[in-house]
């Protein structure tokens, strides 16, 4: 992953927007990574990661059934999104 100040992305636009189609270009502002810019490719594939997630996680819900405890609904999420975190990416 590259990073890249906010000033020198205005100076060298082109440059990144190159680079961004072989790795992501994080962006920094005021010394804090800010922004990322990522190849179409790269969007897409995570959109189609999360649309599997998201339908893996209602077809459980489907099955295990629907929580109504606010608590308990907060609680898988973040399990969920947790477990998410950590598995390598496929």
Partial sequence: MLKVT??????????????????????????????????MVEYERLQEAEDAYWLANARKANVEGYLDHTQAVRQRLAAGMTEQRHKPPT
């Fill in 6 to 39: 906010e000033h020198d992305m205005a100076e060298e636009l082109e440059q990144y927007l190159t680079a961004a189609l072989q790795q992501p270009v994080v962006i920094e502002k005021a010394g804090r990574e800010a922004l990322v810019v990522l190849s």
